[in-house]
């Protein structure tokens, strides 16, 4: 369908916690090494919060961050739209309201995105809705997550892979063939036992009998998710591409979800792209759900590699079973 706008990116930030853990710390507490991971995974160190840190913290940082790049006031902001798995609350109140009075986005709505490790992707996606749309004029999207307080630490195939971060970005009206070009989402729901926290639902509520059961922890069929995303993640970022109108080789930069390096290289030989063309950064903050693309765009962004025109896919995927693909052209 036609766009009557296009929604550019015109503000990032990112945070992550200072403390760092290393694949060495983990050995010292579970039956792991750091060769282990790094071969099996491409993880050489993740951030993780302190216990008093919340979601809300690190989006808070990445917002100032995203505002301040974007040279927007906090009351210019329409609309706040918060990806995350992991809130301050487990019912309500939303982040995006956590946000908003601590922004001082007075004039913003806003609500939070329950898509997993594929939240940024349907995040960006929503949210530029409102501005091809020629709805909203600026629109805040914020993907975090604080994974590392949900793994059982004592189960080395699990609590090796996450970290925890936020990425922030602002999104406005830009020039024609810039920004959000295209994305495709998609779900295969009968993998949702595959990756699952069982307890403190409404399927199971929380209990005083079941509090400290072992299902309040991520459950992961590691296996599982790794056949689907090694072959969804070149699939749909190609399928993106496509509805851009754009092939493989139009790519500038790919930047997929940081979950596991060799997803991440299956990806890259699907798509036929250099290696110099995929952003990673797996190696320094592990899998940070949904605040992985955001992270590995500000740091692209920042460093110089991004520049006005380059050709963007983006490739997230996680539990549900969930993915999303996104294909823009950068315009700062
Ligand atoms: O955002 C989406 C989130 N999830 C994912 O993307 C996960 C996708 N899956 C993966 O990344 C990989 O499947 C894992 C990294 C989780 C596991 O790698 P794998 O190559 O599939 O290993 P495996 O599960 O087949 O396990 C191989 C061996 C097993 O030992 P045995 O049975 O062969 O003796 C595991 O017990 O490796 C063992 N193992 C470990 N060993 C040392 C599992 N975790 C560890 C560990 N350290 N941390």
Same mark, same amino acid.
């Given at each position: $369908?036609?766009?009557? +706008?296009?929604?550019?990116?015109?503000?990032?930030?990112?945070?992550?916690?200072?403390?760092? $853990?290393?694949?060495?710390?983990?050995?010292?507490?579970?039956?792991?090494?750091?060769?282990?991971?790094?071969?099996?995974?491409?993880?050489?160190?993740?951030?993780?919060?302190?216990?008093?840190?919340?979601?809300?913290?690190?989006?808070?940082?990445? &917002? =100032?961050?995203?505002?301040?790049?974007? =040279?927007?006031?906090?009351?210019?902001?329409?609309?706040?739209?918060?990806?995350?798995?992991? %809130?301050?609350?487990?019912?309500? %109140?939303?982040?995006? &309201?956590?946000?908003?009075?601590?922004?001082?986005?007075?004039?913003?709505?806003? +609500?939070?995105?329950?898509?997993?490790?594929?939240?940024?992707?349907?995040?960006?996606?929503?949210?530029?809705? +409102?501005?091809?749309?020629?709805?909203?004029?600026?629109?805040? !999207?914020?993907?975090?997550?604080?994974?590392?307080?949900?793994?059982?630490?004592?189960?080395?195939?699990?609590?090796?892979?996450?970290?925890?971060?936020?990425?922030?970005?602002?999104?406005?009206?830009?020039?024609?063939?810039?920004?959000? !070009?295209?994305?495709?989402?998609?779900?295969?729901?009968?993998?949702? #036992?595959?990756?699952?926290?069982?307890?403190?639902?409404?399927?199971?509520?929380?209990?005083?009998?079941?509090?400290?059961?072992?299902?309040?922890?991520?459950?992961?069929?590691?296996?599982?998710?790794? @056949?689907?995303?090694?072959?969804? $993640?070149?699939?749909?970022?190609? =399928?993106?591409?496509?509805?851009?109108?754009?092939?493989? @080789?139009?790519?500038?930069? +790919?930047? #997929?979800? =940081?979950?596991?390096?060799?997803?991440?290289?299956?990806? $890259?030989?699907?798509?036929?792209?250099?290696?110099? @063309?995929?952003?990673?950064?797996?190696?320094?903050?592990?899998?940070?759900?949904?605040?992985?693309?955001?992270? &590995?765009?500000?740091?692209?962004?920042?460093?110089?590699?991004?520049?006005?025109?380059?050709?963007?896919?983006?490739?997230?995927?996680?539990?549900?079973?969930?993915?999303?693909?996104?294909?823009?052209?950068?315009?700062?």
């Amino acid at each position: $369908m036609a766009k009557l +706008f296009y929604a550019g990116i015109s503000g990032l930030g990112s945070a992550v916690p200072d403390k760092i $853990m290393t694949n060495a710390d983990w050995a010292k507490l579970v039956d792991t090494s750091d060769e282990w991971i790094r071969t099996r995974t491409g993880i050489e160190e993740r951030r993780i919060c302190a216990e008093d840190t919340a979601a809300s913290d690190l989006a808070f940082l990445a &917002a =100032q961050r995203a505002l301040q790049s974007a =040279q927007a006031a906090p009351e210019e902001i329409d609309l706040i739209v918060v990806a995350t798995s992991t %809130p301050d609350y487990p019912i309500f %109140p939303p982040v995006a &309201a956590l946000l908003q009075d601590r922004l001082g986005c007075g004039k913003a709505g806003g +609500f939070d995105l329950s898509a997993a490790c594929s939240g940024f992707g349907y995040g960006f996606y929503t949210a530029a809705q +409102f501005i091809e749309s020629g709805e909203l004029q600026k629109v805040l !999207l914020v993907c975090v997550d604080t994974l590392s307080k949900n793994v059982d630490r004592t189960d080395r195939s699990v609590c090796v892979l996450f970290g925890d971060g936020a990425g922030a970005l602002v999104l406005e009206r830009t020039e024609v063939g810039y920004g959000h !070009l295209a994305s495709i989402v998609g779900l295969r729901g009968s993998g949702a #036992p595959d990756l699952i926290v069982k307890l403190g639902g409404s399927k199971t509520p929380l209990t005083k009998e079941n509090i400290g059961n072992q299902d309040q922890y991520i459950s992961m069929n590691g296996k599982g998710v790794f @056949k689907f995303a090694v072959n969804i $993640m070149g699939e749909a970022t190609e =399928q993106a591409i496509r509805k851009a109108g754009l092939t493989n @080789k139009d790519i500038d930069f +790919f930047v #997929p979800h =940081q979950a596991n390096i060799r997803i991440i290289d299956a990806a $890259m030989r699907h798509l036929d792209l250099a290696p110099e @063309k995929v952003i990673v950064n797996i190696q320094k903050y592990g899998n940070t759900s949904s605040a992985s693309i955001p992270l &590995a765009l500000d740091e692209a962004y920042r460093d110089g590699r991004l520049k006005k025109g380059s050709l963007i896919a983006t490739c997230g995927f996680g539990a549900g079973l969930s993915w999303t693909a996104n294909v823009l052209r950068w315009g700062k």
